[in-house]
């Protein structure tokens, strides 16, 4: 510095200067401060080769569709609230799930010795044999989470307190009752033997295990055709099947690593069905299905404790302020919410069909609520090649040019619709609650900026969404179904609307998507777009665990009672000169945090709910279902450590973590 003249000190410090301002700058950026709603977009790698773009990324808006306006047109504010920090709860809720995200993800085995370490401790036995050989196939499909198949192992883990042979003859013959709503899948010497009382869950289930099916030992797979699922097993009796396996783990040094051989049990050509034991179905359709699944709840629940209270059953799974779900799992466990949404969820009230059981017996389903047992597998309707559900990018519009409301499109369906009942029903509901004559005089909770403390909310009771509603939702049903004794009483209460496709529902920027007759298959389409999934639900399927709610998608309360308070987060509402008005609530715009929701969804989707992935934790699913039917389940198993895939690993390393 001391052979600089006095100018040259003055543009050094100057430059210097300068490059503190644009650090600060980013810092602030990256804070959580509002300055982030004003990003235009964050730019992926390789996006700018066209190379390397993904279907949809290309594709240009339809030059007719009306544009919402930008950030700062609707604040002219801007530039004061970039100063604020905003404390709005939904930035914990999505601070605390990138936590436990990069935890989840962080925790991934990168080798097969790491896999089956991490095997034997969690679940403490030896993997299944041909362990190895479904590890390679997961690799070779490019699996993201090679550990993450724990729906697999709750779901089996009862029948570790069942005779094999029981649950060999079982699913076996259960198909053999065309009425009872079961397909059979037989698969002999590595092929598919035949299909039984089969539909086309079967005949997809048949192309889903195509790939790998020479792999796999004897078996029978007892298929559910129905939509609802099925087993509903007393809390007391599940307990002693646990309390069995857990005493029969044992991780033996030199396991056999094949299959048993001669098993009896098996469905035969021309079997008669003689001795086949009862499965014990009885129907319940349109009976309160709270009172057969409370006695699958601990004693303790909410469900079966006549001291709990609502209050006390919400803190478990959403936050006081807004409303909002801070525990997605919980959300949809009966046990917990099942007293408030009894009446509320046409499942619960109005099923077409419950054909169920309260025996533990192997039957694989879709889908189950938190109570059942029936086994999940990927559901086919995410398999098949169906344009209803398939993700198709033609009107993926990039975020700033989709519309700023939210789309939703479907039937009737839910249960079976009556003059007397439909406005109970959770479609129905959700249909009604975004209508803004409906709403014309009702008045909901959102949440509002405190104008003595910039950037923190308070719960406003007392908003009339009808002219919100109005503006920003566009939801209806396009045609009456599963009504009695007709749809005719639906004449004077809708105007039905137009079908809308999958593609074109993804011009909107938020996606709701609610239970049908039980789950909905339009879900994955919904998170490979670049629009936000709303999801409400009271079922569970196989992808769970993998995904996190406020990272890759907004959960939502089966009531809806938070619905306004969600799109007005993303969306805002009035004008920070009229915060603090009575009737006049203001919610700043979180159009950054919108933006990154959808794309961390589309990334994660595209990541792990691949076709691919299906075939993978459906593989492994058949792996260790074949364990459990095998009469030396107890002693066969992969005993050895894994190390001799070292080279394969290091050939082939693991892909990139944090999606």
Not at 13 to 27: A, C, P
Not at 635 to 645: A, F, N, T
């Amino acid at each position: 510095m001391a052979g600089f003249d006095r100018a040259r000190r003055r543009i050094f410090m100057l430059l210097i200067l300068i490059g503190l301002v644009v650090l600060f700058t980013n810092l602030s950026m990256l804070s959580g401060t509002d300055l982030k709603a004003k990003i235009e977009d964050i730019k992926l790698p390789n996006l700018g080769n066209p190379q390397h773009q993904s279907p949809g990324q290309t594709t240009r808006p339809d030059p007719n569709l009306p544009k919402g306006p930008a950030w700062n047109q609707d604040n002219p504010n801007a530039d004061t609230l970039a100063d604020i920090n905003d404390k709005h709860p939904i930035v914990d809720l999505m601070r605390r799930a990138d936590k436990l995200f990069t935890e989840y993800d962080d925790s991934r085995s990168t080798t097969f010795k790491q896999t089956v370490a991490k095997y034997k401790r969690q679940y403490g036995r030896n993997p299944p044999p041909g362990f190895r050989d479904w590890y390679r196939f997961a690799r070779d499909k490019g699996v993201h989470n090679v550990d993450d198949f724990q729906q697999i192992m709750d779901d089996l883990r009862p029948f570790w307190g069942i005779e094999p042979s029981l649950i060999r003859s079982l699913a076996a013959h259960m198909s053999a009752d065309e009425g009872a709503g079961v397909s059979g899948i037989h698969i002999r010497k590595g092929k598919i033997w035949k299909l039984t009382n089969a539909n086309w869950r079967a005949e997809t289930f048949q192309k889903m295990i195509a790939s790998f099916v020479s792999k796999l030992p004897d078996m029978d797979i007892a298929l559910n055709r129905l939509d609802q699922p099925r087993l509903v097993v007393p809390w007391n009796d599940m307990q002693a099947l646990l309390a069995k396996e857990l005493g029969s783990r044992r991780i033996l040094p030199q396991a056999p690593a094949e299959w048993s051989r001669n098993m009896t049990g098996f469905l035969k050509e021309n079997d008669s069905h003689e001795n086949a034991p009862d499965p014990k179905w009885f129907n319940a359709p349109g009976e309160q299905y709270m009172k057969i699944a409370k006695d699958a709840c601990p004693p303790e629940s909410h469900a079966r404790d006549n001291t709990s209270t609502s209050s006390s059953a919400e803190a478990l799974y959403k936050i006081p302020e807004g409303g909002f779900i801070s525990n997605f799992n919980r959300s949809s466990d009966l046990c917990t919410v099942g007293p408030e949404i009894e009446s509320k969820h046409g499942f619960l009230f109005a099923s077409s069909t419950v054909t169920a059981s309260k025996s533990l017996v192997p039957i694989f389903g879709e889908c189950k609520v938190n109570v059942n047992n029936d086994i999940l597998f990927p559901a086919n309707m995410y398999y098949a090649n169906d344009d209803r559900y398939e993700y198709d990018p033609t009107y993926d519009y990039a975020w700033d040019d989709k519309l700023d409301s939210v789309i939703w499109r479907g039937v009737t369906s839910g249960g079976t619709n009556t003059a007397e009942n439909w406005k109970d029903m959770h479609r129905q509901r959700f249909v009604l609650i975004t209508n803004s004559t409906v709403m014309a005089d009702k008045e909901v909770r959102i949440m509002s900026q405190n104008p003595r403390n910039p950037g923190s909310y308070d719960n406003f009771d007392h908003f009339n969404p009808s002219k919100f509603a109005k503006d920003h939702t566009d939801v209806g049903f396009t045609e009456g179904f599963a009504c009695v004794p007709d749809c005719s009483f639906y004449d004077d209460v809708w105007t039905y609307k137009n079908k809308t496709s999958l593609s074109q529902q993804f011009q909107s920027k938020f996606l709701v998507d609610v239970d049908g007759h039980s789950f909905s298959g339009r879900w994955h389409a919904f998170l490979k777009s670049k629009s936000l999934g709303i999801k409400s639900t009271i079922f569970r399927e196989w992808h769970d665990s993998r995904l996190f709610a406020w990272r890759h998608f907004v959960p939502m309360d089966n009531r809806y009672d938070e619905l306004y308070s969600i799109l007005t987060y993303f969306i805002g509402l009035g004008s920070p000169t009229n915060a603090g008005s009575a009737a006049d609530p203001y919610v700043q715009r979180h159009e950054f945090e919108g933006r990154k929701l959808a794309r961390q969804g589309k990334e994660w989707a595209n990541k792990v709910l691949r076709k691919e992935d299906l075939e993978i934790y459906t593989y492994r699913l058949l792996l260790e279902y074949a364990r459990i039917i095998d009469d030396n389940r107890d002693r066969i198993g992969y005993s050895d450590d894994g190390s001799e895939l070292d080279k394969y690993d290091s050939k082939h390393p693991i892909s990139g973590a944090h999606g």
